[in-house]
């Protein structure tokens, strides 16, 4: 079993910034694709940022597209969400996920473990 612990979530005024963090247990972290999930009050959760196993080809919602980066540490088991010009919509519990198969895919379903989440809310 992977377990999965998200960091870095807070307060920030819009424009600001935060760095999200996802360390993962286990030895086959560099096994699994990673992505970043958002749950905002009375939404659903939605697609982030997902990477491949290497760190290549991210891929990211178009609602955050050149605002957010995901980046990986397989040395450190640990994934990263950068987030930038933060606005008000961004706030939501962020959650990250690991595929062991290995697929860069946006539906929730294709992920097989989850962290507890991370509350990030911007103010205004």
């Known amino acids: 079993q992977v377990q999965l612990i998200e960091s870095g979530g807070g307060l920030v005024q819009a424009g600001g910034s935060l760095r999200l963090s996802c360390v993962a247990s286990g030895r086959f972290f560099s096994t699994y694709s990673m992505g970043w999930f958002r749950q905002a009050p009375g939404k659903e959760r939605e697609f982030v940022a997902a990477m491949s196993l290497t760190g290549g080809m991210p891929y990211y919602a178009d609602s955050v597209k050149g605002r957010f980066t995901i980046s990986r540490d397989n040395a450190a088991n640990t994934v990263y969400l950068q987030m930038n010009s933060l606005n008000p919509e961004d706030t939501a519990v962020y959650y990250c996920?690991?595929?062991?198969?290995?697929?860069?895919?946006?539906?929730?379903?294709?992920?097989?473990?989850w962290g507890q989440g991370t509350q990030v809310t911007v103010s205004s």
């Open positions: 996920a690991a595929d062991r198969f290995g697929r860069l895919v946006a539906g929730m379903r294709s992920y097989d473990y």
